[in-house]
């Protein structure tokens, strides 16, 4: 039985749900990057990183390939720089209104002292 489209982007969107995934993917934006680098620039423990790097490759969104001892991460395409280019838009947006609705209230409230 296969599952529904929108239960199977739920699931997507699920598995992109954890502030270190999205790090990781923006950092893989610029191209491939070895797992040291990605341990300087996000800080997190050798472990966690680890962890959120197989969630990813097992979602088939990032790419690994060994180099030696160093192991690279990819992106296994354009479309995730495209959806993360997306979600900051919207997030602009969404700020951006509640800055004017936060500004437009304290506006309110000088108005009725």
Not at 74 to 86: T, Y
């Amino acid at each position: 039985m296969s599952v529904p489209l929108y239960q199977a982007k739920a699931e997507f969107f699920r598995m992109l749900g954890h502030p270190v995934r999205i790090r990781v993917l923006e950092l893989l934006q610029d191209g491939p990057t070895p797992v040291r680098a990605l341990l300087d620039r996000i800080e997190v423990e050798p472990s966690s990183l680890s962890q959120q790097l197989a969630v990813l490759r097992r979602s088939g969104i990032v790419t690994s390939r060994r180099n030696g001892s160093t192991v690279v991460y990819q992106l296994a395409g354009g479309d995730v720089a495209d959806l993360l280019g997306s979600a900051r838009r919207i997030l602009t947006e969404v700020l951006t209104g509640r800055h004017e609705l936060l500004t437009a209230l304290r506006e309110s409230e000088v108005a009725a002292k």
